[in-house]
């Protein structure tokens, strides 16, 4: 492939990116208005995931691209394709399809899905896997406890298998090579060093300044400029744009005060959608499908933060719309 047609693709990547942040926004009117699309629409949920797949597929092996993408960053990218997968397991139950045709739709997007994963390198979304297994496992067996505790054991026993996929050995070979050097201190530029550091200056450094109205938005990289100007860190380490830490980037930026907000909504939201969905027929499927979203961020926000950028900020919020209209009935009120 020339590459001027290579670089026409990443033009197109840029406006398929634009899309990305703005589809979401668009939708939410509409499932507002209309909520009894919400669960019909659901079937778009699995849709994304194998489309997620194809470009994946085609990123890695058609323009060779060392870490698939999509129309954003690897990380964020795995991080979406994987709540599409756990969502639309959540909301099969909804999908206006056959049984047979419900069945190879969702192994269709879970491979894809999978294999977007993979081939994004993203660590983050490798994590959460079993994390999101545990959940799916204990919604199923919850009544069960032997057949819940013999499900964890062999999920335990099979997820270091992932270790002989090449990417992901490579990929957490890296990440223990980078972590040793960094605590040896001969590295603290790489994606494990930066984000051991960052949670060190953050944690030690930063928040004792400013414990309960932090630095304001976007706040972080001018005090850290800031820090390593007057000596007080690595002069060289000021490039890093957030602390790659749910907590400690609300925290740093919005003090206790913003991090006691933005948790009171998330709570707040999680209870009244449980407490709607458990007045209607398809509560469990409801129920498990935020319980998958709340994971996923609780995991991913460990490593990074999906508040701290627009996409995943946009993505999870409008899911928790989407999802709250899910347990509306028709009619757009509860069933009693």
Not at 171 to 182: E, N
Request: glycine residues 8%; hydrophobic residues 50%; charged residues 15%.
């Amino acid at each position: 492939m020339t590459s001027g047609h290579t670089e026409a693709l990443f033009e197109v990547d840029k406006n398929l990116r634009s899309l990305a942040y703005l589809a979401p926004v668009a939708a939410m009117p509409l499932l507002c208005l209309a909520p009894s699309l919400a669960r019909k629409l659901a079937v778009c949920l699995p849709l994304a995931a194998i489309c997620a797949g194809v470009v994946a597929i085609y990123q890695k092996l058609g323009l060779d691209i060392e870490r698939a993408h999509g129309g954003t960053h690897p990380i964020l990218f795995a991080d979406m394709t994987l709540m599409l997968v756990a969502l639309s397991w959540g909301t099969r139950a909804f999908w206006p399809l056959t049984g047979k045709l419900k069945n190879l739709l969702l192994i269709a997007s879970t491979l894809l899905g999978i294999i977007a994963i993979v081939f994004s390198g993203s660590r983050g979304s490798w994590i959460a896997l079993p994390v999101l297994g545990l959940i799916a496992l204990h919604h199923q067996w919850r009544g069960q406890p032997k057949r819940f505790t013999l499900a964890v054991v062999i999920m335990i026993a099979v997820t270091p298998t992932l270790y002989l996929v090449p990417q992901v050995k490579q990929r957490v070979d890296v990440a223990v090579t980078q972590a040793s050097d960094f605590y040896a201190g001969k590295d603290f530029g790489s994606s494990v060093a930066a984000r051991l550091n960052v949670w060190h200056i953050t944690a030690q450094q930063m928040l004792p300044k400013a414990p309960w109205t932090g630095f304001g938005y976007q706040g972080f990289k001018p005090e850290l400029k800031a820090m390593a100007k007057s000596g007080e860190i690595n002069r060289r380490f000021n490039w890093i744009s957030h602390p790659h830490n749910e907590v400690l980037h609300l925290w740093v930026e919005q003090g206790l005060v913003g991090l006691s907000l933005m948790l009171s909504i998330w709570v707040l939201a999680y209870r009244s959608i449980v407490r709607t969905a458990r007045q209607n027929e398809h509560a469990d499927s409801v129920i498990l499908s935020l319980r998958f979203l709340v994971g996923g961020l609780a995991v991913y926000g460990l490593t990074d933060t999906m508040t701290g950028n627009l996409i995943t900020h946009t993505f999870f919020a409008g899911m928790l719309v989407w999802i709250s209209r899910m347990a509306i009935d028709a009619e757009g009120k509860p069933n009693r």
